[in-house]
């Protein structure tokens, strides 16, 4: 057993006054033996000379951007040797105008902090673009006024964690949604690479006790740990400022820890900055949630048109058979499918014809599109009418979609009329489909301010 060194590895996870030059350090100081590991890394670095942090031993102002550059990867290579197999580096940065006579070049600094975490062993994987309505530099004669910054994601391994469905949204149910129900997760769309975060007004910080010339807007915090760590994961952050990333991360159950050189915010995180974004960051946040009436809204959409597509598709084969309706049932939700439905024709064939449109059937679920819908349905073909179906539907409440729309139910169908309306849709181009499940949306988008004048 290890000797103890008498700091605890609890107290590791706060905001430490520490230079990030020194990073392993620290760790080593509090493991006891146990070597710890980070999920995540999200920080903020120095904006290379930008900057005067007021701290003597600080990375970036009064150094040469090869100086500056040359710390950071010394700071990165760290962070990699503590960093799990699947963790991430969360980079937070922005360009600026070099120092020095004109003219002055646009210096790429997130990229080029992306080749010095490259240079360490990171590999870079995403960017995202942070629109944040308030940044520094402001303008200059050459420039527009910026408004954004850089989040860019790199990775130590080929897996990085990466939990996705956190951070999915349920909003605008619009037409291609509704019409290609295949193309869309029953989770949420998957959010977009532009985030509009605005950034905080100094003082607005309840008590406005918050005082750092970059701090980070919580809910960007919020959403990088959501996607890359779980909770009881380490989270760090060496370049902490007042720790908006720790106590985000401590107030969703992750172990953080920080490093920081201005004394006033290690001294003030504790007992001022860590209550006051807390109070601001719901507990709520851990896991994200899933609209589970819009996931099996999606589901539903998906096996209707997984059945339509099936019919049209074995309708362009030669020598096969038209079936005179189908029957399509939820079947049961266990296994990895999304859903495993029971699709049955009614071929009023003989038993070749029947076994024809079955495999023919089968081989169309088996290719695209069928085969994207991320459905195990079970497929059959029977003869004996109206009298199969009800056998099958009994204790079922029943709906019918006809002409080949199925996104809105046209009215439920007692069990005793089916054969009815098998022969009422005999002429239409595609055969009515009967099944236990209802929707009901419709796929036109809601008209626009001026669409709506239009028609009035």
């Known amino acids: 057993m290890a000797r103890k060194t008498g700091k605890t590895t609890e107290e590791l996870w706060t905001l430490h006054r520490h230079d990030a030059r020194e990073l392993l350090g620290l760790f080593s100081a509090h493991e006891n033996g146990r070597r710890l590991q980070v999920m995540a890394t999200i920080t903020s670095p120095p904006y290379g000379s930008l900057k005067d942090y007021g701290a003597k031993e600080q990375i970036g102002f009064g150094q040469t951007y090869e100086d500056y550059l040359r710390d950071m990867e010394d700071v990165f290579g760290q962070i990699y040797a503590r960093t799990a197999d699947n963790g991430s580096l969360w980079l937070i940065a922005d360009t600026y105008v070099a120092d020095g006579p004109a003219p002055r070049p646009l210096l790429p600094v997130p990229f080029d902090l992306a080749r010095a975490a490259e240079s360490a062993g990171f590999t870079l994987r995403d960017v995202i673009i942070w629109q944040k309505d308030r940044t520094l530099p402001w303008s200059n004669g050459t420039r527009l006024r910026n408004a954004f910054e850089y989040v860019l994601l790199l990775a130590k391994g080929a897996e990085p964690k990466y939990r996705l469905d ?71 952050d060496p370049f902490a400022g007042s720790g908006v990333v720790l106590a985000v991360a401590d107030r969703l159950g992750r172990k953080a820890l920080g490093c920081e050189i201005v004394d006033r915010h290690a001294e003030e995180y504790e007992p001022i900055i860590k209550p006051e974004i807390q109070a601001l960051t719901g507990a709520s946040s851990t896991n994200g949630r899933v609209d589970s009436e819009r996931a099996q809204l999606i589901i539903n959409l998906r096996i209707l048109k997984f059945a339509r597509v099936l019919m049209q598709k074995v309708a362009k084969r030669e020598g096969v058979l038209r079936p005179a309706g189908a029957l399509v049932l939820r079947g049961p939700k266990d296994g990895p499918a999304l859903a495993r439905p029971r699709i049955v024709f009614l071929i009023e064939g003989d038993k070749e014809a029947r076994t024809a449109y079955r495999r023919s059937a089968l081989e169309v679920a088996a290719e695209r599109p069928a085969s994207k819908f991320g459905l195990e349905a079970g497929i059959e073909v029977i003869a004996g009418g109206q009298k199969a179906l009800v056998a099958l539907a009994r204790g079922r409440k029943i709906y019918l979609y006809l002409k080949g729309r199925t996104t809105q139910a046209e009215r439920s169908v007692p069990h005793g009329r089916i054969n009815e309306e098998i022969r009422q849709a005999g002429d239409d181009s595609d055969p009515p489909i009967f099944s236990d499940i209802k929707v009901d949306v419709d796929p036109r988008p809601e008209p626009t301010a001026v669409e709506s004048l239009s028609l009035n």
Do not use: M
């Open 166 to 236: 956190r951070l999915r949204e349920h909003s605008d149910l619009k037409e291609w949604w509704v019409r290609f129900p295949e193309r869309y997760s029953p989770k949420g769309k998957a959010p977009p690479n532009v985030w509009n975060i605005p950034i905080p007004i100094q003082g607005s910080w309840g008590n406005g006790e918050l005082d750092h010339s970059c701090p980070l807007p919580p809910e960007l915090v919020r959403r990088l740990v959501l996607l890359s760590t779980d909770p009881g994961d380490i989270v760090l």
